[in-house]
């Protein structure tokens, strides 16, 4: 089955800001916190607002304390004024489109226009909207009712930001016709007008089409409903548990979209939903094959493997003699520091990959044991191959164990209590640990010295396992940012960090090139550039929609190391 995810797909501009600015409020706010309405209409995202302890005000008491936040749909000006009346801190999350209309209005409606706003008539943007129109405020959800309307000497025409294109292009054609002095503003916004284009368009190509998001959103109701207008079967979900396998079992190609209100989380869940439905309908054999594959990748065995091989590579290009023991060690050791990482993160899991989380919460004790048994062999290994190995992976490993535990007590008032409050550092560490256990171990156990080759391959290994864990952090920023984890797409933003590790991949290329051409390192360097350029090749599909987040995915990109370890153990039998 072939899954086209739209690229508009989950929360809008507005929405996303909202979102953040309700997320950073507890560190920076004194007492309760409220939204005013539920933030969004979304039952898993108000779900775990609700966790953090922010709570919805939907009535405003005479007294209240704390901080309340205007979501993005913006509410009346007096509303606002009794909000501050009461006491609480206002913090206003009104999408700044939203906020134009709102002064379209306001301008307007000081000159004496009536203002016929083209929207549903309960939802909050509207009921806000119609609060800057002052008594000659209408609202029009049916071109009946624009009919029933009286003639306005003087009127403006505006739009619910995620109204429907047609509706109002039909609209525009009947002000054109019967009141041509009305001003009309097309209001609708972008985002919206080019989410109904997109799902237009893929219901066309695609036999099924998939709409994501809460069953109370109107921009997603309209989603489905377009979709729907199609002909083509379509289905409108909250979460992968409501997908029907027998309703897309026929479908060779599945449309998935989402309104502006869904999580990318929710769409993760639903993409890995949809993979594994061809699994399920093919053959005993194909179910154990990626059964096995995502066992393998759960347990980070498949990343231990690659650690293996990455090392095996580094060994070869240093001209170091192929020792086995050590290329264990880096397995050994990466695979335990990466359970014991997803053991102590199943908080973010719950977001980002609740299969994981599942995972680790019911095999905790056979994977706690699967850490400490393959960190202490490596510690064995590590003993046997010299003292100075032994000492730095001792230290690393010590790092790697007081990642989530608070080295500083509460009473000092720290923000970074924990390694890992440090911004950025689990992407930088993680890269640095297996560079070192794959470059720099085997130069000291080996010749008992870093010399400038093990340097050069120790960067070179360094950015190209950073741009592996930039990229998963990439796909896991909403889940880390709910549970307020500061990773380097958290704090850069999304695109940002793709470009930044993109250039380590050019980085890594460019060491690869230079070292293999000045004889610094093994000519194994140059087979090697097949590495970063496979990973910049699957990123490049991944951002153009052609894969999606899964276990696919996920094999593909541990698997750059597991070629580079298979390159390297070739090369001697083709020179
Ligand atoms: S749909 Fe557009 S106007 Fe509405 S909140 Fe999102 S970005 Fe703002």
Not at 106 to 121: E, N
Not at 242 to 271: H, M, Q, Y
Not at 423 to 430: A, D, E, F, W
Not at 519 to 538: E, M, R, T
Request: with cysteine; glycine share 8%; charged share 15%.
């Amino acid at each position: 089955m072939r899954l086209v995810i739209a690229k508009t797909a989950g929360f809008c501009m507005g929405v996303r800001r909202a979102v953040e600015m309700v997320l950073s409020a507890p560190g920076q706010c004194q007492g309760p916190i409220y939204t005013y309405g539920p933030l969004i209409h979304n039952p898993q995202v108000l779900e775990m607002l609700r966790e953090k302890g922010i709570s919805v005000l939907d009535e405003i008491p005479a007294r209240g304390t704390g901080t309340v936040l205007i979501r993005a749909h913006g509410v009346p000006p007096e509303t606002r004024e009794q909000l501050e009346a009461a006491g609480f801190t206002v913090i206003d999350a009104t999408c700044p489109r939203v906020i134009k209309v709102q002064t379209i209005i306001r301008k307007h409606a000081g000159q004496g226009y009536a203002t016929l706003i083209i929207g549903d008539r309960d939802h909050p943007e509207v009921t806000g909207l119609l609060g800057y129109a002052g008594a000659f405020g209408r609202v029009v959800s049916r071109m009946a009712d624009l009919e029933a309307l009286p003639a306005f000497e003087r009127a403006i025409i505006v739009a619910q930001t995620t109204q429907n294109k047609n509706f109002f292009d039909a609209v525009q054609r009947w002000a054109a016709e019967h009141h041509p002095h009305y001003k009309v503003f097309d209001t609708i916004c972008d985002s919206t007008a080019r989410r109904q284009a997109e799902v237009r368009r893929l219901a066309e190509t695609a036999d099924a089409v998939v709409v994501v998001g809460g069953r109370s959103s109107g921009n997603t109701r309209r989603l489905a409903e377009i979709a729907a207008a199609s002909g083509k079967p379509t289905v409108h979900v909250e979460t992968e548990a409501e997908l029907d396998p027998d309703f897309l079992s026929g479908a060779r190609s599945v449309a998935v979209t989402a309104g502006a209100s869904t999580p990318n989380w929710i769409i993760k869940r639903i993409c890995r939903r949809l993979e594994t439905l061809p699994v399920e309908r093919g053959g005993a054999w194909r179910h154990l094959c990626y059964r096995f594959q995502q066992i393998l990748l759960r347990a980070n065995t498949y990343v231990a493997v690659g650690a293996g091989g990455l090392c095996y590579a580094c060994i070869q290009l240093q001209r170091l003699d192929p020792v086995w023991p050590l290329v264990l060690l880096a397995a050994l050791y990466v695979q335990s520091m990466h359970v014991l990482n997803n053991l102590t993160g199943q908080k973010e899991d719950r977001y980002n990959d609740p299969g994981r989380a599942h995972f680790y919460q019911s095999h905790r004790f056979a994977l706690a044991m699967l850490a400490l048994v393959s960190g202490g062999l490596g510690l064995l290994m590590a003993f046997q191959a010299g003292i100075e190995a032994f000492i730095v992976l001792a230290v690393m490993s010590l790092l790697g164990l007081s990642y989530n535990l608070n080295l500083v007590p509460a009473r000092a008032g720290w923000r970074i209590r924990r390694i890992r409050d440090l911004p950025g550092s689990k992407t930088l560490l993680i890269a640095l640990a297996w560079a070192i256990v794959a470059a720099i171990l085997p130069a000291l156990a080996q010749i008992g010295r870093i010399d400038a080759a093990a340097w050069v391959v120790f960067a070179i290994c360094a950015l190209l396992v950073f741009a592996r864990t930039a990229f998963f952090d990439i796909l896991d920023v909403q889940g880390d940012r709910i549970v307020g984890k500061e990773t380097l797409p958290v704090m850069m933003g999304e695109a940002a960090t793709m470009r930044l590790l993109q250039a380590a991949l050019v980085l890594a290329a460019a060491g690869l090139a230079a070292g293999g051409l000045w004889g610094l390192i093994s000519p194994l360097a140059l087979l090697l550039l097949a590495c970063p350029l496979f990973l910049y090749l699957v990123l490049a599909a991944y951002t153009r929609g052609r894969i999606h987040p899964g276990v696919r995915l996920e094999f593909l990109i541990e698997t750059h190391f597991v070629m580079a370890g298979a390159l390297a153990f070739f090369w001697p039998l083709a020179t």
